[in-house]
């Protein structure tokens, strides 16, 4: 699939990640070639030799008070707080905003899982008198993108997107087709993902945890997008231009330079591109951005399955205003994803 797009724009962004609060930490990272990993507690596992990206910097008291943090699993607190930075960092002030012109779409590989898990862990131990009521609204997956919701005021299109590790990328492609349809002005999106001990010895267990390369890491990135004449009209800098979206399902075998070239070789002048998902893993994809600057966010501060956000975010921060950039995303088997921007206004 080619959608290009026409009069969007990237008018902020934020990024709550292991390197601390900010775009800013995670470019520091990549800058100086160093990463935010720490080691997996040995009683985890069993076994020592694993590290994680763990966002220990997010203290959810910086953001909202204790008894309404209690109500949400931490990765709606991610999902609450980098909506509120993305939204200043934009120069948004939903009171002056209409509502229902304002929109989420997150991504998101596991959502709240630990909520889910300490619900279910009460039915299964006690029966239906082990349920917790309270426990319940944040085992959807749509919990993160509702509580943003709710928190700061939005009325409009309001949807989470699961899709391997390419679900941030989903979630920006509706994300710019509301805007397009003319259902929102405005539209937050990117991904939120959290890491726990559930979920890395689950990934143990299936063979995906590796003591090499990148490992897995949490938080949330977001990146605000506006239809270019209401940023104009509010007087919004725009960070960046969206140009085009490429996907591909699958690569067939014996036609994998075809999908390869569909999603980078066909993007001319491009000075950087910026990594998510399985990427970086995947040969022929990464010989296709070859003579870009390639930044690679899982290496700082650890892989997601919805690091787009975050990825996309690192880009539009690094591109400098007439310049164009490429996100390049995978997962195994697909699918492939790449996001072409350019820094500024629309030419």
Known sequence: ?????????????????????GVAAVQEL???GSDAFTDIPAEVLGTEGYRWGKATGFKVSDFMPPMKARKMDRCSQFAVAATGLALKDAGLDMK?????????????????ISNSAEFLTGYFRDGIDGLLPMLFPNTVPNAPASNASIEHGFKGPNVSLIQRFCSAETAFLAACRFIEEGRADVMLTGGTDELLPTIVKGLASVGQLKRLGAPYGEGCGIVV??????????GAVARASVECIRSVGMLVHGHEQEGFDLLANRVDG????????????VP?????????????????????????GTALAALVASLPAGERGILVSASPQGPYYSVDVRGGAPV
């Open 96 to 112: 002056s905003l209409a509502p229902e012109r304002v929109g989420i779409a997150l991504g998101s590989g596991f959502c709240g």
């Open 225 to 234: 997008l506006e239809s270019a004449g209401h940023a104009l009209r509010r």
């Open 30 to 32: 990549i800058r100086t």
């Open 1 to 21: 699939m080619i959608h290009t797009i026409r009069d969007i724009v990237i008018t902020g962004s934020s990024a709550i990640t292991a390197a601390g609060i």
């Open 284 to 308: 022929g994809l990464m010989e296709a951005v070859t003579g870009m600057t390639v930044i690679d966010v899982g290496c700082a501060v650890g892989r997601s399955l919805a690091l787009g």
């Open 270 to 281: 491009c000075l950087l591109a910026s990594l998510s998902g399985c990427a970086a893993d």
